[in-house]
């Protein structure tokens, strides 16, 4: 399968601060990419689209002023965690379709998981 | 509202034995069925996909896709102490793309 990357895997910060996560595809063009979070126990909840050169849509209940999405390329996109508070804490995943060939597979970065003291 | 529905685990089964999931799909506008594994502590791993009704196969996978009953299922053949994991059941409709999970069914295989 395609290769996805993210990049810290773990981050440690305090609170107030901003994160950023880079996930890339590696060996594809992902024109879409998704951003997941998971707390413990439970399962993946997605929570914005990204789209290469456009902006991203939330879904319902995420801010958009506090979890900050760039797409900048068709292998590259970033969320910022942006003054991060404890309730933050968590394991964030991104994952990137793969639309080459008509199927519709998402591949899962390896996560980053994310403590705010 | 797509919701996904996987039967409740934990799910526990013998070394060599045949671990069988089960997942129901409430959108039948849904067209992309998957099966991802997820280790503890790890992100979700492809192993299966299907997009028409029938059977795939895929070593020890098997999935099963019924549009009709709005079902679908893994098998997974002579189950390994490495297959204990969490089995996440996902589905796509064309019209957004977005993954629709399961809550994900729990399994142990005991050596």
């Known amino acids: 399968g395609a290769v996805v990357s993210q990049h810290p895997s773990r981050v440690i910060c305090k609170s107030g601060t901003s994160v950023k996560i880079e996930c890339r595809s590696l060996d594809f063009q992902a024109t879409t990419m998704f951003w997941y979070r998971q707390f413990p126990k439970q399962s993946l909840m997605l929570m914005a689209t990204?789209?290469?050169?456009?902006?991203?849509?939330?879904e319902q209940g995420v801010e958009k002023d506090k979890f900050l999405i760039n797409h900048a390329s068709l292998t590259l996109s970033t969320l910022t965690v942006t003054s991060a508070h404890p309730e933050d804490s968590s394991f964030y995943i991104c994952s990137a379709r793969d639309g080459s060939g008509g199927f519709n597979e998402q591949f899962f970065g390896p996560g980053t998981r994310l403590t705010v003291l | 509202q797509k919701e996904v529905e996987q039967n409740s685990g934990p799910l526990s089964v013998p070394e060599g034995a045949i671990a069988s999931l089960n997942c129901t799909y409430s959108?039948?506008?849904?067209?992309?069925f998957f099966w991802y594994r997820q280790y503890s502590g790890k992100s979700p791993e492809l192993i299966m996909s299907?997009?028409?009704?029938g059977d795939k196969e895929d070593g020890r996978f098997t999935a099963q896709l019924n549009k009709a009953s709005q079902y679908v299922s893994l098998l997974i053949r002579d189950s390994q102490p490495s297959d204990s994991a969490t089995y996440l059941c996902a589905v796509i409709s064309l019209n957004d793309y977005k993954l629709s999970f399961g809550a994900g069914t729990t399994v142990t295989v005991r050596a």
């Open positions: 959108d039948r506008g849904s067209q992309s």
């Open positions: 990204s789209n290469e050169g456009s902006k991203a849509t939330y």
């Open positions: 299907i997009y028409s009704n």
